[in-house]
């Protein structure tokens, strides 16, 4: 009972195919289609379609396009989600961002410009015609 609990709050994003540990640095881009779990210090992009976790520990210098982002460390650089964004009490993020959605706890920074785009895929002319 206690055991699928603690999977669901220790794991927010769903199967975690990829952990970069607490010791472990990584110098260059990290591209993939799975979800990803940052505790260690990241130099370069990070791109996937699925969930990227920076844990409090993260650190990343350097773009992330994901599809969702829970940011409870640190991330410098420019973030662009499909979904959603959400900064932890913990995290820290500097950058401009492109979202469906953002969250910032209270605690949370964000430094930069955000684009809340909530008709991906669609132009403003497309979506205007269509209102027509």
């Known amino acids: 009972m206690f055991g699928s609990m603690k999977k669901h709050i220790d ?12 010791e472990t640095t990584v110098t260059g ?41 829970i940011v409870g460390g640190t991330v410098t650089g420019n973030v662009d989600c499909d979904g959603n964004l959400s900064i932890q009490a913990t995290g820290q993020l500097v950058g401009d961002v492109r979202v469906r959605s953002l969250n910032i706890a209270d605690g949370g920074v964000f430094k930069g410009r955000s684009d809340m785009d909530t008709h991906f895929g669609s132009s403003p002319l497309s979506t205007a015609a269509a209102a027509n």
Not at 43 to 56: A, L, Q
């Open 11 to 22: 794991n927010p994003a769903g199967d975690i195919e990829t952990i970069i540990g607490r």
């Open 29 to 69: 881009d990290l591209q993939g289609s799975g979800n990803i779990r940052i505790d260690g210090h990241i130099g370069g992009k990070i791109s996937t379609t699925g969930n990227v976790v920076i844990g409090e520990s993260g650190n990343v210098q350097g773009d992330i396009k994901a599809g969702n982002l």
